[in-house]
């Protein structure tokens, strides 16, 4: 059938399964929102108050539901607004679309208005990157390019279609889409010497990344922890990977994990690494990670083998295939001492805060309490994330999402009327601290105008607290720039933008609010008024080994 450019890219979402997109339109790619139009029936199209809103609400509904999630904008401006979006999923592995529309052929290259070399502006954060200049080639390159988005590692494919292949005209065949098997490079030796280091430790630790999540190993982890008989912890990416009530869970390793995750991944003799690329924030020290252990490393990536910490063996490909054969392989082991050991950790060593007043962990456990556990968190970056990923008990994949490398603060509003929107069962909860609230609350307007009921969560300390912790330990207490105490009220802010709001100053007062939210379906904001200078422990100095995790009892 003969179809233009834009009616393509409709058809090439439909094969795909898309039902949603987020976006916002302009000059450029105004032929395709006229073709969104006429098939607002089949896919759904949430207009974000910013497109660096629609990137992270793409990549908040990827990660809540395991589809690609694709987001779309014009040229110019409104395509390097989905950068830090682009940038974001690029560094989490999240499989994502970005569609943009740019100046017509003749054009290109003139300094056209709101022209802009979007895809070698994205190349480096990018699993590819296309420039449609012909028609003919538009259906395929989608094809590609969500292939590419979802096969392998996942990750953000862009592609730029110029206006007057939008608007030009060519056969289209409709194709169906068939999935693609998951990959197992590792070869017969590689899975004898793993399996010969499994049989031979004594203390065996397994370190969990969002590997176990984008393969879909919940299970298969859960199975290999037993056989082994081995103590789990996980990164901020694995959250939900492994069941955070298990007694074997030990919490996050890292700048901000536990001790006993820190001293006992200090401690084994063998560390296995699943799905997890060693990154600086977990490993600290890298010549004194994990020094007494041989080191295994599974991950579908072969560039992440030996990148950060050399490995003793490895296998490369699908994190839940290759744990399947492991399992069938492995005979049950036993390190009760070992387990007794690490138990002894935990127990020593337990997550504290002050019970006396209200605090961002209380608010975690709070929501943990009224939700029974079951809620989709979304966070942004700073102290709140790292008390959201220590105070609540994840124990399903895909129920905790947060930018872990690249750290984008404003990233977790976006991301939750995202995750709602693809997980409109669940109660999703965007964390946020009063600082990354201003970068992108303007989201709140995108939640009020379709009813879409999140309940967005604001710990206000009136500083910009990580920086602040880091100010006070390591700058002589010089808050440069950290101190946000003005005039800004944020729940006249979100009733300005069509929400409710709730002010919470005593402990008493949380959980009656977030139950009058929970009741309202409808997007709620939550503000907690917290003291400045809490700080989030345990924590190991940048650079320095994980072992030398310290917390406030021990600078007392």
């Keep these: 059938m003969q179809l233009n450019g834009s009616e393509i890219v409709v058809e090439c979402l439909k094969e795909q399964g898309v039902d949603t997109v987020f976006g916002y339109p302009g000059g450029a790619i105004l032929n395709i929102y006229d073709a969104l139009y006429k098939h607002s029936n089949e896919i759904n199209h949430i207009l974000t108050s910013h497109e660096q809103g629609a990137a992270h609400a793409a990549d908040g509904y990827a990660r809540a539901t395991g589809k690609v999630g694709v987001c779309m904008a014009t040229s110019g401006p409104g395509a390097t607004n989905l950068v830090t979006g682009i940038a974001t999923a690029y560094m989490d592995s999240v499989p994502m679309v970005a569609i943009t529309a740019n100046v017509t052929l003749p054009m290109l290259g003139k300094d056209s208005f709101q022209e802009v070399d979007i895809a070698g502006v994205t190349m480096p954060i990018t699993k590819h990157g296309y420039i449609v200049k012909n028609v003919e080639e538009l259906a395929d390159t989608l094809r590609k390019a969500f292939d590419i988005a979802r096969s392998g590692r996942p990750g953000p494919v862009l592609v730029d279609i110029t206006k007057d292949v ?6 289209y065949t409709p194709k169906i889409i068939e999935k693609k098997e998951k990959t197992d490079l590792g070869t017969p030796e590689d899975y004898s010497r793993v399996l010969e280091y499994i049989r031979n430790a004594k203390k065996p630790f397994i370190y969990l990344g ?3 999540i984008l393969s879909e190993a919940y299970e298969e982890v859960a199975e290999f922890a037993e056989r082994i008989d081995a103590p789990v912890c996980d990164t901020l990416m ?3 990977g492994f069941d955070g009530n298990s007694p074997r869970y030990t919490g996050m390793i890292g700048m ?6 820190n001293l006992g991944v200090s401690q084994c003799d063998l560390l296995i690494a699943l799905g997890a690329r060693f990154s600086d924030r977990v490993i600290g020290n890298p010549k004194k990670f994990a020094e007494n252990a041989k080191i295994l490393h599974i991950d579908i990536d072969a560039a992440e083998i030996n990148k950060n910490i050399r490995v003793d063996a490895s296998i490369v490909g ?7 054969k492991l399992n ?11 387990m007794k050991t690490v138990g002894d950790l935990k127990e020593k060593y337990p997550l504290k805060y002050d019970k006396s007043r209200l ?3 209380y608010v975690m456990e709070t929501i943990d309490k009224v939700t029974k556990g079951e809620a989709l968190i979304t966070t942004d970056v700073g102290q709140h994330q790292m008390w959201a990923a220590q105070y609540y008990h994840y124990t399903k994949p895909r129920t905790f999402l947060s930018s872990g490398g690249l750290g984008t603060m404003g990233y977790g509003l976006g991301a939750c009327i995202g995750a709602q929107v693809g997980q409109p069962d669940k109660i999703c909860i965007n964390i946020a601290g009063d600082g990354c609230f201003r970068m992108n609350m303007n989201e709140l307007a995108t939640a009020s105008r379709y009813n879409i009921p999140i309940i967005q969560v604001v710990i206000n300390n009136h500083v910009l607290g990580m920086v602040r912790q880091w100010q006070t330990l390591f700058y002589g207490k010089r808050y440069s720039q950290t101190v946000l105490d003005d005039k800004v009220d944020f729940c006249k802010v979100a009733e300005a933008l069509g929400c409710a709001a709730i002010r919470v100053t005593e402990k008493e007062e949380m959980e009656p609010a977030l139950l009058k939210a929970i009741e309202l379906k409808a997007p709620v904001l939550i503000e907690c008024m917290i003291p400045e200078d809490d700080k989030v422990f345990p924590m190991v100095p940048a ?3 994980i072992a030398d995790v310290f917390d406030g009892d021990d600078l007392k």
Excluded: N, Y
């Design 318 to 324: 699908d994190l839940k295939l290759v744990l399947k």
């Design 328 to 338: 069938q392989e492995l005979e049950k082991q036993d390190h009760r001492d070992w």
């Design 166 to 171: 939008t608007a030009a005209v060519c056969e």
């Design 359 to 361: 605090s961002c962990p």
């Design 210 to 212: 969002g590997g176990a």
């Design 238 to 240: 694995g959250k939900g």
């Design 256 to 261: 901000h994990g536990t001790k006993a995750s």
């Design 543 to 545: 650079g320095a080994p």
